[in-house]
């Protein structure tokens, strides 16, 4: 097992353009979540899935951003009309239990707007 | 929902102790963790305490205080390469365990 995914690890963009991150969990890790991070803060929550169903969004989360996990094993996390507010590092985790279970991170993908 | 508060910046010396603080505020708890994140990396998984007292790991300990709200994470004998970021996260309550993460704590360590 490899671990966590992520690509692309860069992605340079545009203002107003669309972008679209992949994650590819620990194969039988049944949560995945999507975070973002920025410079000196923690990694900030933006959304989960317990196999495919997204059973929570962050109240942060615009509806420019949307994510999928379609058959419960990679997601992707898409970003439309990209501001320069979204640069950030996407940080996507994977784990196999609930309430001990410790989050595997992959490498992120980092997002900078232009 | 949580509040977590860690110190934003710590300094030590190679071979030192360093004591680095968490506190938080949730309205159930589900235990608190500890990760490490070197700069450019992504975090790894340092510890999880779910009840009161030191928990030990080889170089690295975590202490849990449930009624204080309060946790730490004691680093012995440092080297140069634990240098890096140490965040203090709270599973939320309500069924969902959404590990929520603090700020962190960016230890620098000096010769």
């Known amino acids: 097992d490899t671990g966590v995914s992520q690509n692309p690890r860069h992605k340079i963009t545009k203002r107003g353009q669309n972008v679209t991150f992949r994650c590819d969990p620990i194969s039988e890790h049944n949560r995945l979540y999507w975070y973002r991070q920025t410079l000196g803060q923690g990694p900030e929550f933006l959304t989960y899935?317990?196999?495919?169903?997204?059973?929570?969004k962050s109240r942060l989360l615009s509806d420019r951003f949307s994510a999928e996990r379609p058959k419960g094993s990679f997601s992707t996390l898409e970003i439309q009309r990209t501001e320069q507010g979204d640069s950030a590092m996407y940080l996507c985790a994977s784990s196999l239990h609930a309430n001990t279970g410790e989050l595997f991170f992959g490498e992120g993908s980092r997002l900078t707007v232009l | 929902g949580q509040n977590i508060d860690q110190p934003t910046e710590m300094t030590a010396t190679e071979g030192a102790i360093v004591q680095i603080n968490c506190t938080y505020q949730?309205?159930?708890?589900?235990?608190l963790f500890w990760y490490q994140q070197h700069a450019g990396e992504a975090p790894t998984f340092l510890s999880y305490?779910?009840?009161?007292g030191l928990e030990e790991k080889g170089r690295f300990s975590s202490f849990l205080s449930r009624s204080k709200g309060y946790s730490y994470l004691l680093l012995k004998e440092l080297q140069m390469k634990d240098s890096a970021s140490y965040l203090c996260a709270v599973p939320q309550s309500g069924g969902s365990y959404i590990p929520t993460f603090g700020r962190g704590t960016s230890l620098i360590v000096h010769p």
């Open positions: 949730t309205s159930g708890f589900n235990g």
């Open positions: 305490n779910v009840l009161d």
């Open positions: 899935f317990q196999n495919e169903a997204q059973l929570e």
